[in-house]
């Protein structure tokens, strides 16, 4: 099992839209969560970190379901500049906190 | 405040070249690491390092080595370039801990070798 899967996508959705990212992680002793995003040909930037009570930020709401070990990231009212693509991390307690590890990511292109 | 830097943004290698990447960061963090991105494989770690002198091997090491000899650079290094070594390169800093724990990437060096 890979350490940290997401869906494949690509999802294409029209503006206006609601779009939900899911992601699992295989070590129950990770210790952050967070979902980053990918511009074509650009950098990985953090979008928002996933705190255990779920968390909200402007148009975007994160949760994590530790027992599921399950990560979601909900976009609602897509605009086009969310067109990206969207990685999940998860970073390891312990000895391997230097360490995160991030999913492929998923493709998202939001259409006028 | 720059952030993350990296030089050269993109080169072509003929096989068997060899090359330094370099990565440069202003935020005095501990942590570096260098990952290379290709299509359909996700960011997957080279080398890291957790402070200034040390170095270690992350998932895809083979035909690179590293150096961080002062805690603000932090260097890749391709002795014998190989196709397979085509890829995107990015550098990334964070603290080591603390509410911020964000890990900055730097643009990234697109690396074609012939």
């Known amino acids: 099992r890979k350490e940290v899967e997401q869906d494949p996508g690509p999802f294409n959705v029209p503006e206006g839209a609601t779009v939900a990212f899911n992601c699992t992680y295989s070590n129950s002793a990770s210790q952050s969560f967070f979902w980053y995003r990918q511009d074509c040909r650009k950098e990985p930037k953090l979008l928002m970190s996933v705190y255990s009570s779920g968390n909200e930020d402007g148009r975007f709401t994160a949760q994590l379901n530790r027992a599921s070990q399950y990560i979601s990231l909900l976009i609602r009212d897509s605009k086009l500049s969310d067109s990206a693509t969207y990685l999940c991390v998860v970073k390891d307690s312990g000895g391997s906190n230097y360490k995160l590890t991030f999913g492929k990511g998923t493709l998202l292109t939001v259409n006028p | 405040n720059a952030g993350v830097t990296q030089t050269p943004k993109f080169r072509v290698l003929k096989t068997g070249q060899s090359m330094t990447l370099l990565c440069a960061q202003d935020?005095?963090?501990?942590?570096m690491y260098w990952y290379r991105q290709d299509p359909g494989m996700g960011l997957r770690l080279i080398h890291y390092s957790v402070g200034e002198g040390t170095t270690a091997k992350g998932e895809v090491p083979d035909g690179y080595n590293v150096s961080r000899l002062k805690k603000q650079n932090f260097l890749l290094g391709l002795e014998s370039a190989a196709p397979s070594q085509t890829s995107v390169y990015f550098c990334a800093s964070r603290r080591p801990q603390g509410a911020k724990e964000t890990q900055y990437f730097g643009p990234g060096t697109r690396l074609l070798v012939l």
């Open positions: 935020m005095n963090h501990e942590y």
